[in-house]
């Protein structure tokens, strides 16, 4: 059981080892310098000998391949939330982190308008309703009254029309001709404005209005060679920035080349390399000060120079943007000044012609109607007189049929045209109470509140942004209201395009958590996306996988390492009953005093991902392992101490040890590489390490 954890913790915490093993690795360059200088003083004295052979059994064992890869956690179920309409956000019921149910109201914009739209669409439908059953029930004596009155109406009508009749065919009074007079005397003023107007505008611009107009074009020329100016400064110092970043990167590199940058230089570098680095600086040491050339030291200087080339390419953007505000604000210059040395355009002449001609209409209307009122009706007036009395006399007779109708009652086609009108009236108040419906956010299902980008006053779009009513601004740049369930999550995996083909669906494996230390997260891959991410040249697949509860393993303070395992440093050889960490035993805790915690959705974990296995196999240290051509191959000591070199096909892999199809047999020896000073020594392989066991029930097999 102890094996199998430690092989487990050995793969997921291979990242988190390299850190500590740091300040190891100094301390064993100490040694090889002191090694060096005893061996060179024995060597001078002594003579040199030659390099001592170190051989292997090739032994029968167990082998598990898996993939190591990096995830993030997600909550199962996320959505964004926005406003459907636009308006002013009157008020916000919940807070960040709060718990909500289905159905809640999160937040709301100003609805005066749609409830006074509702309002008047619930009117509108209950007064169809009661004109149909008006007209569904026989008339009452108020029905009765209101056509009397209507009838009393277009009687009236009738009347003035006679009257005004009678008017323009008699002498006019002292005050008609009083108010004619006068709209002449308006109209001629009207006229003399447009005739200005159309005067101003022909006659052209003066050299005041040219000279000034030249000195903004100028003012704007500046503007823009300054501008200029600061894009070539800001490339310069994008230029400079990526220079010390790339100068950072090659120092760190030196000390450590486990980096995505130390194979292609980067700027700026990518979010694993930048999460790696800090928690490089991070790393205790021994005096409490990373020193000067320490990886802590080059790790902080690269994320300096990684935050100064950020902020280099911000100040280029910003820089080219107020070149193109002053291009605009250049060619706004140019187009007036060119406008006044042209003159007006011929569409504004036309338009102060047009002007002229209204007014000098309005006029010759007056001056008509003055001389209408001096000089009696014309045969038009006289018509137009008589048209109106006609047409009042129409009037009156629907009256008085519509009177009768009532009297009468309704048709069944008066009754079907109501009732159309009842229907229309009901679509409008559902078209209406569902705009007020879209002025809420309403939770679609229990959750917790994610995100809360929105705030009393802000003005929401129906788009789901928002904007601040003190800056203007979007209210954090996203949806206004992120509503998550943090209680039911997934992990999402990434996988490199080496590695995408051999993970299938079903799959099992373990993630541990920087922040949930001692505890390990079995999953099962549900599934792998088929399209590809491409950042900076480095191809990556998506991948899901479902989270089973979290397995406590070693109590705080245990001389193990994350997850219960030992530390890197023990002297079991390949295969041996000890993973690559020493011979310390995992104590698995058996109660917890607490609940196991939950990852939070964001959270980065270290997974491994169990892709193969393999029992009773043949297996040799990945050391002996050489290329060939297109052969890999070993080197085979024969018992006659000759050696030789043997082609093999090589199956599963892990970090120790490879598994040998075809080539060798059980106990062959083979050659391990040189160790200078070392005696000859032969050690068998066991039963297999480097692996992780696939889970059972969720739980990986020698975490019992």
Sequence with gaps: MAKDF??????????????????????????????FFLWDTQLKSEGSSAPKTATQAVARGTIRQTVATSGTVAAESSTSLSFQTTGRVTSVNVKLGQQV????????????????????????LHTAQIKLRQ??????????????????????????????????????????????????SAATSQLQQAQNSLDSLTQGASAADIAAAQAGVASAQAALSAAQNGVTNAQNGVTSAQATLFSAE????????????????????????RSALLGVTQTPVASGTPSVGSAPSLAASVLSADGGYAAATNALANANGSVTSAQSALASAQAKLAALQAGASSDDV?????????????????????????????????????GAVTSARAALTAAQAKRDQVKQGATSDDINLQETAVQLAQISVGTASNNLTKAQIVAPFDGTVAALNVQVGDMAGASGASSSAASGSSAGGGAPIVLDTPDVVRLDLTLGETDVARVHVGDRGVALFDGLPGVIYPFVVQSIGGTPTVTQGVVTYKAEATLSAGIATAAPGDASGPGGASRPGGASGPGGASSPGGAATAQLRTAAPTPVPQPKPGMNANATIQVGQASGVLLVPQ???RRQGTQTVVLVQRDNGATETVAITVGLSDNNNAEVTSGLKEGDKVVLPAVIGASASSSSAGGGGGGIAPPDNGVPQGVR
């Design 250 to 273: 090659t120092a760190y590199c030196a000390v450590d080349s486990s980096m995505a940058f130390c194979a292609t230089r980067a700027a700026p570098i990518s979010g694993a390399d």
């Design 101 to 124: 149910k289905q159905g809640d109201v999160l937040a709301e914009v100003d609805t005066t308008d749609l409830k006074s739209a509702l309002a008047t669409s619930q009117a509108n």
């Design 350 to 386: 036309a338009a102060a012609q047009a002007a002229v001609s209204a007014a000098q209409a309005a006029l010759d209307s007056a001056n008509a109607k003055l001389a209408l009122l001096t000089g009696g009706p014309t045969a038009a007036n006289l018509s137009a007189a008589q």
């Design 135 to 184: 007209l569904q029930k026989p008339a009452t004596a108020a029905d009765l009254a209101a056509a009397d009155q209507a009838v009393a109406q277009a009687q009236a009508a009738y009347d003035k029309a006679n009257n005004d009749l009678s008017t323009l065919t008699g002498p006019p009074t002292a005050s008609d001709l009083a108010a004619a007079q006068q709209a002449v």
């Design 6 to 35: 430690n092989d487990l913790a050995s793969l997921t915490t291979k990242t988190g080892w390299r850190r500590r093993g740091i300040g190891a690795a100094v301390l064993v360059a100490a040694l090889c310098i002191g090694g």
């Design 623 to 625: 050391t002996a392992l």
